[in-house]
């Protein structure tokens, strides 16, 4: 629930910000908002860059025999730098169009792309239990990330005129899209064991694209001064790709690593209703509710040609009974059964 501007005719801010560390950090933005007559036109953007520098220093030590005892068998060195500049670009544009005194119609787009660099340098240094050099590895990381996330949102609101009657529906659709494209190349410096050196290379190309549906409906209606009564509907459709390719670099030409590679779609749907009712008593308030759940989602292993289906249905009860003690006090008896799922 977002605040909204109340002021009639057209307002708006700017900002800009910036700091240093090792790296620059700014950003600057703005916002805009006009209301007359019953209709009210917002919209916003904001960037940001935040510059990055990482030092890592690892020392590990390595025993034989599964104990923990004398010098070490062997020992790691390795010092990392990675540059990490990071762009973002956030903007949110909408309208709310008072229809007359009881129904309210709205729609709003909020939209969030970036893009994220990962380019680090690794040196590892092996070491014998005397301190003789086994092999020196030299790694560069290079991963270039960007991300496209936009969420549509129609929304409907009719008040009564009865009050604390109303009634509200909601429909979104969110696109989301993600791309890595990574090296990771390691460099073998000459030994006695390898006197030409070696190098190994890979690459990986990693895109993600989710797509989420989102349509409920509410209503909520208040009898006598303290009888509240509300139930709704929802149903929400996922639908998901990601398709992760790996090759390592042969004779000068690139092979597809199977091992590393997978592609996975999913698609999920789930189904909702529930009931609420609220009561406050003269010594006591009570509270009662029901959420039925159906569910059904499939996934899809296409890298093996292999699939899992899940098909259920799911009761989420809840009571709540409160006690007020004077002013002060107050004794609460609550049992629920919820759910969590990923964001």
């Known amino acids: 629930v977002l605040k909204k501007g109340l002021k009639q005719g057209f307002n708006g801010s700017v900002s800009a910000n910036g700091g240093a560390g090792r790296k620059a950090r700014y950003g600057s933005g703005f916002n805009l908002n006009y209301r007359n007559d019953g209709v009210n036109v917002f919209g916003s953007y904001n960037y940001a860059f935040r510059g990055e520098t990482e030092y890592l220093d690892f020392t590990r030590n390595f025993y034989d025999g599964g104990t923990i005892a004398g010098l070490p068998n062997r020992v790691s060195d390795q010092h990392t730098k990675t540059n990490e500049p990071l762009n973002t670009h956030n903007f949110r544009v909408g309208m709310d169009w008072d229809i007359n005194a009881h129904n309210v119609l709205g729609i709003l787009v909020n939209g969030n792309v970036g893009k994220y660099l990962h380019d680090s340098k690794t040196g590892n240094l092996l070491r014998d239990q005397t301190g003789n050099l086994i092999s020196a590895l030299q790694t560069t990381n290079y991963d270039q990330q960007s991300w496209k996330n936009i969420t549509y949102n129609l929304n409907y609101l009719h008040k009564f005129k009865k009050e604390g009657q109303t009634f509200s529906a909601d429909a979104d659709f969110a696109s989301n899209s993600f791309t890595s494209n990574l090296n990771l190349d390691t460099y073998t410096l000459p030994n006695g064991i390898n ?16 797509d989420v549906y989102i349509a409920k409906v509410d209503y909520a209606d208040l009898f006598g001064k303290s009888f509240k009564f509300e139930s709704g509907l929802k149903s929400s459709l996922i639908y998901s790709d990601n398709n992760l390719v790996y090759q390592s670099l042969q004779n000068e030409n690139w092979v597809y690593d199977a091992t590393s590679s997978n592609h996975f779609k999913y698609r999920e749907q789930i189904h909702a209703g529930y009931i609420n009712a609220s009561e406050e008593f003269e010594k006591f308030s009570i509270q009662l509710g029901l959420r039925a759940e159906y569910t059904n ?4 292993q296409i890298s093996t040609g292999s699939s899992l289906k899940r098909d259920y249905f799911q009761l989420f009860p809840n009571v709540v009974i409160n ?6 006090h107050q004794l609460q008896l609550a049992y629920n059964k919820r759910i969590e799922r990923p964001n």
């Open 297 to 300: 989602t499939l996934g899809n």
């Open 195 to 210: 006197p030409a050196g070696a190098t190994n290379k890979r690459k990986g190309y990693i895109p993600a694209k989710t």
């Open 323 to 328: 006690k007020p003690f004077g002013e002060a």
